[in-house]
T-cell receptor, first 113, second 110 residues
Framework: GAGVSQSPRYKVAKRGQDVALRCDPISGHVSLFWYQQALGQGPEFLTYFQNEAQLDKSGLPSDRFFAERPEGSVSTLKIQRTQQEDSAVYLC???????????FGQGTRLTVV | QKEVEQDPGPLSVPEGAIVSLNCTYSNSAFQYFMWYRQYSRKGPELLMYTYSSGNKEDGRFTAQVDKSSKYISLFIRDSQPSDSATYLCAGNTNAGKSTFGDGTTLTVKP
């Protein structure tokens, strides 16, 4: 594909609902990152995959957050029992190398009501 | 205190002006420094990145890094209304994640 694709673009979830956010990285990109961006702030790191291996999940805010990339391409970020504080834009990025100069998708805007 | 600090602005300049955007950082392990541009309701778009200290030029954009003072700058020459966006600086240790500032919002008025 031409770029990083994320779906859905917008998601409204009721508090307590589980959500799954999808990321299709640029073909051939080894590294994949998830970031969380609150309004008026910069992206905050959540987790990092190199191929199918999750090398860093230090940014996941709680055990309600889970990410996977089982075949080393598409990734899913799952949030269980969503809370209002989970409302944010979730950005996916991919790169050939270890994250320098990563390309971002358009993000999924999650609103928890 | 955040690892990467940016003046949030907003910054408003007339078309054609030279714009200077600045960041400071505290992590001495950063080796790469990046500038992203983010339009409203879009993902960040990579403008350029530099390795260690020095300057890098790409068209109307020049990035400067001074590791001794932990200072990062982006200069935009002949600014255009289409440059109106939020500019994010970031540092990377080349071990995966990037650490971002909170962005400076720029408006270029015709």
């Amino acid at each position: 594909g031409a770029g990083v694709s994320q779906s859905p673009r917008y998601k409204v979830a009721k508090r307590g609902q589980d959500v799954a956010l999808r990321c299709d990285p640029i073909s051939g990109h080894v590294s994949l990152f998830w970031y969380q961006q609150a309004l008026g702030q910069g992206p905050e790191f959540l987790t990092y995959f190199q191929n199918e291996a999750q090398l860093d999940k230090s940014g996941l805010p709680s055990d309600r957050f889970f990410a996977e990339r089982p075949e080393g391409s598409v990734s899913t970020l799952k949030i269980q029992r969503t809370q209002q504080e989970d409302s944010a834009v979730y950005l996916c990025a991919s790169s050939l190398g270890q994250g320098v100069g990563a390309f971002f998708g358009q993000g999924t805007r999650l609103t928890v009501v | 205190q955040k690892e990467v600090e940016q003046d949030p602005g907003p910054l408003s300049v007339p078309e054609g002006a030279i714009v200077s955007l600045n960041c400071t950082y505290s992590n001495s392990a950063f080796q790469y420094f990046m500038w992203y541009r983010q339009y409203s309701r879009k993902g960040p778009e990579l403008l350029m990145y530099t390795y260690s200290s020095g300057n890098k030029e790409d068209g109307r954009f020049t990035a400067q890094v001074d590791k001794s003072s932990k200072y990062i700058s982006l200069f935009i020459r002949d600014s255009q209304p289409s440059d109106s966006a939020t500019y994010l600086c970031a540092g990377n240790t080349n071990a995966g994640k990037s650490t971002f500032g909170d962005g400076t919002t720029l408006t270029v008025k015709p």
